[in-house]
């Protein structure tokens, strides 16, 4: 296992629409245990295969107490989703320290391949139907930002970009000492 790097919004490759997996071989097992080990390293609930530049229809998410109860979701697709929407804050480890409300289904049932290559049905409510509905956008080159209005995704995306520039700055600044 090897951890990745995750895209910082805005960078253009989060807008990439994945790709299917093709199968689920040893290449595939260890994406998914890198990104694994990539979301429990960032604290976050879930990852899309997007988000490490990987533009394959792939995402992890574990919603557990004790981080230990990982859902590995290969070629997802949401077959039924409730009427019923609430807002929730969410925020996205390639959106760091932005939070903002989004509206989502309360409920959700997905059909996905798991990390063997099995065909699964998960029904989901609650904080994993929302995060599965989030990692689902990814896939389609979507981040939770685009719900946002233009001014605050601009606000954002102009924060971003300066600290991005700030951190660039103190790197090269601590790679000359």
Request: charged fraction near 30%; proline fraction near 3%.
């Amino acid at each position: 296992m090897s951890k990745r790097t995750i895209l910082s919004y805005p960078d253009a490759r989060l807008h990439t629409v994945a790709k299917p997996v093709q199968g689920v071989d040893a290449r595939i097992k260890t994406l998914v245990a890198d990104m694994l080990e990539t979301m429990y390293d960032a604290n976050g609930i879930g990852l899309a295969a997007t988000q490490i530049d990987v533009h394959e229809r792939l995402v992890v998410i574990d919603v557990s107490e004790e981080r230990n109860e990982p859902l590995v979701l290969i070629n997802p697709e949401i077959v039924w989703a409730s009427d019923e929407k609430v807002v929730n804050e969410e925020g996205c480890l390639s959106v760091p320290g932005i939070y903002d409300g989004v509206e989502r289904s309360t409920a959700v049932r997905v059909t996905a391949l798991d990390a063997e290559g099995e065909l699964q049905t998960v029904e989901a409510e609650g904080l994993l139907a929302v995060c599965i509905q989030h990692e689902l956008d990814h896939l389609l080159g979507k981040v939770f930002v685009e719900y946002l209005s233009p001014l605050k995704r601009n606000r954002i995306k102009s924060k971003l970009l300066k600290q991005q520039r700030e951190e660039q700055k103190l790197d090269q600044r601590e790679g000359r000492r």
